[in-house]
């Protein structure tokens, strides 16, 4: 089978986990609470998205901070599942998140352990390690929270060093999204920053009910110089693309949900693959939101699909606004 040519991509997880879910009937205080169906996968944001890629028949690097034995059963994870990892040295112990679902409603309860402080000598190698492990005209999708003691401006000044020709997408959180936004570097957009509703709004600081006023604040945000492109995801309601290639929504299909773990993170791998494979922003956007609908159909923190996300790209519908 013919496979598509792509470019290199690389993802850069600083803070990453290991996920554990499992379930139980209910979710109560006092007794002690006996999970089932435990498993273990890669967290993080960019470990997540290069996953997502490599089951959606692409191929990607993943960049990822590692610490003390939890670190050592990422790496193990991480390649038996057949994705190639750059592994650096980070300090004290990789951290871990627990997911539980409750059986009698259906819900969800996520638990995340904070990073271990970083050094500025060692958030400072970490944008050399990078900027070395990246190859030509890659595409470097940073994604995550950041660990304490990182820099609020690491991504711009990860932009700064990453090679010429190198695309960079940043999905982030906190105050390294704030600074973004608040003070953004003309010198060094990136090529593509997403969030969520949430944080969109809460920067905003008004709600952005309609997909009209997301695309706005899109928008706002593009002229600001914060990215060349935003992309602003809108739950259950797809996600919004402003940019050169114009205002989109891009709106999924109506899909049976078993879990929202991983549909951020799906989306981010798919975009990213379409990017690396030539396709425009727009469809691009398509193709994330098909992953991210897909993601929700697995159960736990299992990602999305590949037959899932070819059968629903082509039901996402796409508006220009």
Avoid at 21 to 40: I, Y
Avoid at 82 to 103: C, K, M, N, W
Avoid at 159 to 170: I, Q, S
């Amino acid at each position: 089978m013919h496979l598509p040519s792509q470019r290199p991509i690389l993802t850069v997880t600083l803070n990453p986990a290991v996920d554990v879910s499992g379930s139980v009937a209910r979710v109560e205080a006092g007794p002690k609470l006996r999970l089932a169906g435990m498993r273990s996968d890669p967290g993080g944001g960019g470990l997540n998205a290069a996953r997502a890629v490599q089951r959606l028949g692409g191929t990607a690097t993943a960049f990822v901070a590692l610490a003390g034995a939890m670190g050592a059963q990422l790496a193990w994870l991480m390649r038996a599942q057949g994705v190639p990892i750059e592994a650096f040295d980070g300090p004290g112990e990789t951290r871990q998140s627990l997911t539980v679902a409750e059986g009698e409603t259906g819900r969800e309860f996520r638990f995340v352990l904070p990073g271990c402080d970083w050094p500025a000598e060692t958030a400072a190698a970490a944008i050399e390690a990078v900027a070395a492990a990246t190859a030509a005209q890659a595409v470097v999708l940073l994604s995550g929270s950041q660990p304490p003691g990182v820099p609020d401006d690491f991504p711009t000044l990860l932009a700064r060093r990453l090679p010429t020709g190198t695309t960079l997408l940043v999905d982030t959180s906190g105050a390294p999204l704030d600074r973004l936004v608040d003070l953004p570097e003309a010198d060094a957009p990136p090529a593509v920053l997403r969030m969520d509703d949430a944080e969109a709004a809460a920067i905003a600081g008004r709600p952005l009910s309609l997909a009209t006023d997301t695309a706005d604040f899109a928008a706002a945000l593009v002229r600001r110089g914060a990215a060349r492109s935003v992309v602003i995801a809108r739950g259950a309601d797809g996600s919004v693309l402003a940019g050169p290639d114009g205002r989109h929504h891009c709106i999924p299909p109506v899909v049976e949900v078993a879990s929202k773990v991983g549909a951020g993170d799906s989306f981010a791998g798919g975009f990213a693959l379409a990017i690396a494979r030539g396709e425009d922003t727009v469809a691009a956007l398509r193709a994330g939101t098909a992953a991210a609908a897909a993601a929700v159909m697995t159960h736990g923190t299992e990602l999305c699909r590949a037959e899932d996300a070819s059968r629903l790209a082509p039901l996402c519908r796409l508006v220009q606004l």
